[in-house]
């Protein structure tokens, strides 16, 4: 157990529709990332918060955004969903955005399926 | 464009064998390499890690090699066991930390260890 949270394990949602994947970091872990795993691709980096500030962006869609709150547990919306954006979803922490990359800690993860 | 490969998606192998696992990359500034395993409905874990300034590290039964001039990793274990059967993802960075620091994953590899 990692102790990074993420709910919920599966989804499963019609085209068009909107989603919320929450993910809770492990305790003092300042920083939070999301990372998406599809059939075709290997794990992508979408984004990145430390603080509740977003600190660095990668492969993410214009349709997804997320936030970190000042509990500092963070969120990732998806909306306008296709069936191409049905994947798996990882939240990973570390302490701070200086930490070495070996020290995220992946959560397990919400399967998301649109259909 | 991949820039993190892993070009096999499979390896089996008998239980007291050496698996071998490798990984290509294209982008130069890439610094420090990783891989991480994964088991089903768990999230990825940090398994073993390699500078740009070494050739080789080791862990007990884990062994990374770079071969940076052949753009070329691969994770050795010997001997490998019935637990080590996993998903096994290779993934590298431009820098230990800071910005630069977010992780490119290949697609991982299944390996299984048959008793």
């Known amino acids: 157990d990692s102790g990074v949270t993420q709910t919920p394990k599966h989804l499963i949602t019609a085209t068009g529709q909107r989603v919320t994947l929450r993910c809770s970091p492990r305790s003092g872990d300042l920083s939070v990332y999301w990372y998406q795993q599809s059939l075709d691709q290997g794990l992508q980096f979408l984004i990145q918060?430390?603080?509740?500030?977003?600190?660095a962006k990668g492969n993410i869609l214009e349709r997804f955004s997320a936030q970190q709150f000042p509990d500092l547990h963070s969120e990732l919306n998806l909306s306008s969903l296709e069936l191409g954006d049905s994947a798996l979803y990882f939240c990973?922490?570390?302490?701070?955005?200086?930490?070495?990359?070996?020290?995220?800690?992946f959560g397990p993860g919400t399967r998301l399926t649109v259909l | 464009d991949q820039q993190v490969k892993q070009n096999s998606p499979s390896l089996s192998v008998q239980e007291g064998r050496i698996s071998i696992l490798n990984c290509d990359y294209t982008n130069s500034m890439f610094d420090y390499f990783l891989w991480y395993k994964k088991y089903p409905a768990e999230g990825p874990t940090f398994l073993i890690s390699?500078?740009?300034?070494?050739d080789k590290n080791e862990d007990g039964r884990f062994t990374v090699f770079l071969n940076k001039s052949a753009k070329h990793l691969s994770l050795h274990i010997v001997p490998s066991q019935p637990g080590d059967s996993a998903v096994y993802f290779c993934a590298a960075s431009g820098s230990t930390t800071g910005a630069n620091s977010k992780l490119t994953f290949g697609k991982g590899i299944t390996l299984s260890v048959r008793p």
């Open positions: 990973a922490s570390s302490f701070s955005p200086g930490t070495s990359v070996d020290e995220q800690f």
């Open positions: 918060y430390y603080n509740g500030e977003e600190r």
């Open positions: 390699i500078s740009s300034i070494k």
